[in-house]
């Protein structure tokens, strides 16, 4: 024990107030006011005082455990320890020392509180220590279940998506993650913020109402993001008590997704009415009992005003009922699409056409009904009609068609004959096989020399059509010097042009001009050309016939001095039996020569046309593409 202070005594036991019994009496009496369990202790453990209250819980009285320790009252060792080792420490350091821990009584194991205060004697010595015990487990109970709620009430709060806010008066004490990411915000610097600094300006009155008046009823309004940006969002508030005070609880939902599904909605909803008003089609549902539940519009030929709740058959001819009735019965009996058609007299008082699609259309409120989309074909039809007239009318051109050609072909096969006989017998004339001939009687035979060589002209222009007509028309292609024919074709027909007196001048290049052509179609061609040119140049004319190639292609031209061609003439001039006024007025000719030049120039995959003005003659050309092996050269003319 510490030495007594100078100037002072130590105190006997006896004149120890927690000895005195007035003193003990008076100290009874204040800690019956007071929930601690107040216990004094000298150096060695021993009970010097002890309120009587709680003694008797532990089966105690204060007479019997004053002068004791609680290890000599028999209470367990381990649990003592604790108190042990902290007393001591009080005793060491002087110092005031709390702690808390369990310690098991008949009433089984509790919670305490404890501190230990030193009490100094007189002489400053620490002659004893005061403890302050009080019973906390029901305190330590509750915290724990208070603890367990809100942990629970967290993890419920932080599972879900929805933002969860409790409030006082809008200034916000909780909320979940969520609720803080919807913002954009940290957590932490949501609490104690408030809730109007989460609304957009223009909703901050109406969530301020709600907040004042303690408001129920969910709401719409915009929230403001950290960012600045907004959005819409749904709040669901609700005053409840917590840790005894009156709060809100609001639940804040992100409908971002919601109001665009809602507007996309709206907009596929928009759209699809409008479909329905602008559709040509009348589309209108049947019940079962077929009468219309709706329809998007009608037939302007039409007055249905008030259809709906109509049977169907009200607009109806009488004798398309019981067909119509069989349709619509068999797609709600089999569920199967059927497609039909209905013809009925407007008020316009022409008949119309309508094709019906029906199909069976299943609802969830409702019992399953029938769709039907009816399309005006009353054009469609007549149009049909008038198509087949026209087939039949194809049909019957093309069988007179088909008639001529094959008169043609006989006319000019049976002409061809006996031509071969005449030209033949003609030549023995010319010949004197049958004697001499007076200089009279070898002008007659020319005259029929050149007559018949007409009309075999004439029969092979016709067999040349009749083939083409018919698509029997052959090239037999080869690799021609175009040269070479034109001067052949010039040739045969210089006795012509001397006859006519006419002047023909040709102009050809000295390099080949190889082309890929059937020989004799395309003699026929010049030979047409130039007897053209001929016919219509009046004597003491003239006539030019170049070739050049230019690119790819060979480009060959008849000019003469003729009377040219009117404008309004020139698209006659390549149809087949067309002929020129002029050209008529000479009686020559059918009419097919350029017909079948442009036919045989288009089958070769060349071109062929005329330029011309009246009173300054006519240019003929034809084009045609040159032979493979054939040098291009790109600027050449």
């Not at 100078?6 to 004149?15: F, N, P, Y």
């Not at 620490?126 to 009080?134: D, G, L, Q």
């Not at 797609?331 to 699609?357: C, I, M």
């Not at 009046?538 to 008849?558: F, N, Y």
Request: aromatic letters at 6%; a negative charge; one cysteine or more.
């Amino acid at each position: 024990m510490a030495e007594p202070r100078r100037g002072q005594t130590q105190g006997s036991r006896e004149t120890v107030p927690w000895r005195n019994p007035e003193c003990v009496r008076l100290l009874d009496i204040v800690l019956r006011a007071s929930r601690d369990q107040i216990y004094i202790y000298d150096r060695e453990g021993r009970l010097e005082y002890a309120s009587p209250r709680d003694l008797a819980e532990i089966g105690l009285d204060r007479t019997s455990v004053l002068g004791k320790t609680w290890r000599q009252l028999g209470l367990p060792a381990g649990s003592l320890t604790p108190f042990e080792d902290l007393m001591q420490r009080v005793f060491a350091t002087g110092e005031t020392h709390s702690d808390e821990g369990t310690f098991p009584t008949p009433l089984g194991t509790r919670t305490y509180s404890y501190t230990y205060t030193p009490i100094y004697a007189p002489d400053g010595t620490i002659e004893a220590v005061v403890s302050a015990v009080r019973d906390v487990t029901n305190e330590r109970q509750a915290e724990r279940a208070l603890m367990v709620s809100e942990e629970r009430f967290r993890a419920l709060a932080e599972a879900t998506c929805e933002g969860i806010a409790i409030h006082d008066r809008g200034r916000i004490l909780i909320a979940n993650q969520a609720l803080a990411e919807m913002f954009g915000y940290a957590l932490e610097d949501v609490i104690g913020k408030s809730a109007l600094d989460f609304a957009a300006p223009e909703s901050r009155a109406e969530v301020d109402r709600h907040i004042q008046e303690c408001l129920d009823e969910p709401y719409e309004a915009v929230g403001i993001r950290k960012d600045g940006s907004r959005f819409p969002i749904e709040l669901h508030a609700k005053t409840t008590t917590y840790q005894g005070l009156p709060i809100r609880v609001t639940i804040l939902r992100d409908i971002s997704r919601f109001k665009e599904s809602e507007q996309a909605l709206r907009k596929a909803e928009s759209r699809w009415k409008t479909l329905l008003a602008f559709t040509p089609s009348i589309i209108y549902t049947l019940s079962p009992d077929l009468k219309i539940t709706f329809i998007n519009h009608v037939d302007a030929g039409f007055e249905m005003a008030g259809v709906a709740g109509h049977s169907i058959f009200e607009f109806l001819d009488t004798d398309d009922r019981d067909a119509v009735r069989a349709h619509y019965e068999a797609v709600l009996k089999t569920g199967a699409p059927v497609s039909f058609e209905v013809s009925l007299l407007a008020n316009d008082g022409q008949r119309h056409w309508y094709q019906n699609n029906a199909a069976l259309l299943h609802t969830e409120a409702q019992a399953p009904q029938i769709l039907v989309i009816t399309t005006d074909v009353t054009r469609l039809k007549l149009a049909t009609e008038a198509l087949a007239r026209k087939q039949a009318e194809l049909a019957q051109a093309k069988e007179l068609e088909r008639l001529k050609s094959n008169f043609v072909n006989a006319v000019t096969h049976e002409l061809r004959t006996p031509l071969t006989s005449i030209i033949g017998f003609t030549e023995f004339l010319e010949d004197g096989v049958g004697g001499p001939l007076s200089e009279g009687q070898l002008q007659f035979v020319h005259e029929i020399q050149g007559a018949t060589q007409r009309l075999d002209n004439l029969v092979g222009d016709l067999l040349d059509f009749a083939r083409m007509e018919a698509g029997t028309f052959r090239l037999r292609i080869a690799e021609e010097d175009l040269r070479d024919k034109i001067r052949e074709t010039v040739r045969s027909l210089e006795p012509q042009v001397r006859d006519a007196q006419l002047k023909l001048d040709v102009d050809l290049p000295e390099t080949p001009l190889e082309v890929l052509a059937d020989p004799q179609r395309i003699g026929q061609v010049l030979l047409n050309l130039l007897q053209n040119a001929v016919k219509f140049t009046p004597p003491g004319g003239s006539i030019r016939l170049s070739a050049q190639q230019i690119g790819a292609q060979v480009v060959c031209e008849v000019s003469d001095s003729g009377p040219g061609i009117a404008p309004e003439e020139i698209p006659k001039l390549f149809r087949a039996f067309s002929q020129l006024e002029h050209g008529l007025k000479k009686g020559v000719g059918t009419g097919l020569g350029l017909s079948i030049s442009k036919a045989i120039i288009e089958a070769h995959g060349g071109t062929i046309g005329v330029r011309s003005t009246p009173a300054h003659g006519a240019t003929f050309w034809f084009s045609l593409p040159v032979a493979p092996s054939t040098p291009v050269e790109p600027n050449a003319r």
